[in-house]
């Protein structure tokens, strides 16, 4: 009997070890946010010209995504719900990396500039769907969805840039 407990016990440990609470994830989001409206803002007088009015734009809109996340979370709404589980995507080391200041030296090149947006807003948009597909009904789950079409759009932009750029007909 005790042997059943045991794997009753490792099951139940390993299903919650795939969930977060709601503020667990919400303080992620907020700080992956802050640290993408840092990068972009840091680098606005660092960029060419031909780089410059897109990576204004960019810090513009991370800053309205970190602002709907700290509002999502003081919401009365989602401040019920702080402690309640979802299922997390499984480990996404890539949303993670980015949740840290970049380190691409103090004048980075466009390409590595580009490059490295790209994958950051590949890693929010991945992110922010997969937690769509686990979030409640409501304001948290429309949030993740309209967030993931945020930053495929972001990322979608950044591809032209990059093909505008970068790759010769």
Do not use: W
């Not at 919650?16 to 989001?29: C, F, N, Q, S």
């Not at 949740?99 to 929010?124: S, V």
Request: aromatic fraction near 10%.
């Amino acid at each position: 009997m005790r042997n059943l407990n045991n794997e009753n016990y490792g099951l139940s440990y390993r299903k919650l070890g795939k969930t977060k609470t709601i503020d667990e994830i919400l303080k992620v989001a907020i700080s992956f946010e802050k640290t993408a409206r840092d990068f972009y803002a840091a680098l606005i007088p660092k960029v060419d010209n031909s780089l410059r009015m897109l990576v204004k734009e960019l810090a513009e809109e991370e800053q309205h995504h970190y602002d709907l996340f700290c509002a999502l979370r003081d919401s009365s709404d989602v401040q019920k719900q702080l402690n309640n589980r979802i299922k997390t995507p499984q480990e996404n080391t890539s949303f993670s990396q980015f949740t840290k200041p970049a380190k691409l030296g103090d004048n980075p090149d466009e390409k590595t500039l580009l490059l490295y947006a790209i994958a950051r807003e590949d890693a929010a948009m991945k992110q922010y769907r997969d937690l769509a597909e686990n979030a409640p009904d409501g304001g948290l789950k429309d949030t993740f969805q309209f967030l993931a079409f945020e930053e495929a759009e972001h990322k979608l932009e950044l591809e032209q840039k990059y093909q505008e750029l970068f790759t010769s007909d």
